[in-house]
């Protein structure tokens, strides 16, 4: 099984190319989906995320999504990692909350 693992996303989608070369399995990212380096980045950050979470409604368990410092922020509404946005966070805190009750975004 050729698995592929992704960490810190912080907003770029070079994963898709990845994928579409690579062709694997099984998919693993490993978190930090939000607060790009680049500030540029965030309006299109959150389409980045949509695509993501459409991965992981096509593959199922074969995509895992685990939570970064950069999304745990944004849940739980404590310890404001670097790069913490107050618009990222009305944006998308909801959004975790629940992926993370349903099982989609785990630890």
């Not at 965030?42 to 895992?64: H, P, R, S």
Request: net charge negative; glycine share 6%; proline share 2%.
């Amino acid at each position: 099984m050729k698995t592929v693992c992704f960490g810190d996303i912080h907003g770029l989608s070079i994963w898709e190319d990845i994928i579409r070369k690579e062709n694997p399995d099984k998919v693993v990212f490993l978190g930090d989906y939000f607060d790009p380096y680049d500030a540029s980045k965030n309006l299109t950050m959150y389409d980045n995320f949509d695509a993501i979470l459409a991965l992981k409604e096509t593959m199922g368990d074969l995509c895992v999504l685990l939570i970064g410092n950069h999304d745990f922020h944004y849940i739980t509404n404590l310890d404001q990692s670097s790069r913490w946005s107050y618009m990222t966070h009305k944006r998308v805190s909801k959004l975790l909350r629940e992926l993370y009750k349903r099982g989609d975004l785990v630890f």
